[in-house]
């Protein structure tokens, strides 16, 4: 009786036990070994196999497979494969890094607009970048943007933030 109800099941369970112990075997290896174990070559070996000859084309055949470089080739196609995806990582995160920097900067060129007569005339970029810098100034009470869909809450919400920075600085001034 099989151990579980689909055969290729305990052979998929013993490959990833052994990918997990033997992790630079390769598949092939592993299949090799389970049809070693499956046909029970080791008592052909020991019936059909006793001659010095068999051993030594057995020895010839391995040492030619060996010098083919298969495995070697192989092994190196992996490496490059794991390089390229390291360097395509740092590539985007280098990408990342560059648009939050010149985000900041075109943030930071705009600067804080506090008149309010200024901001309800504002179009909708404008506004979505005063409230961000304020969100960045570190106004914590700004709501996320998925909560204002229209460009009145978005007028509301500056104006909120725009008060509460200027009792900010109102309240610093007074403690100096």
């Given at each position: 009786?099989?151990?579980t ?5 305990s052979?998929?369970?013993?490959w990833?036990?052994f ?9 092939d ?14 008592a052909f ?12 084309f057995?020895?010839?055949e ?38 939050v ?9 705009i ?15 404008k ?10 100034e ?6 996320m ?10 007028v ?7 008060d ?13």
């Amino acid at each position: 009786m099989p151990p579980t109800n689909n055969n290729n099941e305990s052979l998929l369970g013993q490959w990833c036990k052994f990918s997990r112990e033997s992790s630079s075997s390769t598949v092939d290896y592993f299949a090799d070994r389970a049809m070693f174990n499956c046909n029970d070559t080791q008592a052909f070996m020991d019936t059909e196999m006793n001659r010095e000859t068999d051993h030594t084309f057995l020895r010839q055949e391995a040492q030619h497979q060996d010098e083919s470089g298969i495995e070697k080739t192989r092994r190196e196609e992996l490496n490059d494969h794991k390089q390229r995806a390291v360097d395509e990582k740092l590539a985007k995160d280098a990408e990342k890094v560059e648009k939050v920097r010149k985000e900041k900067e075109r943030l930071a060129a705009i600067g804080l607009e506090t008149d309010c007569d200024i901001i309800k005339k504002m179009v909708d970029a404008k506004l979505k970048d005063q409230v961000e810098l304020h969100r960045r100034e570190g106004d914590k009470e700004v709501l996320m943007k998925s909560k204002m869909r229209l460009r009145a809450d978005w007028v509301k919400e500056l104006l909120a933030a725009v008060d509460r920075f200027e009792a900010h600085i109102a309240m610093a001034s007074l403690s100096v």
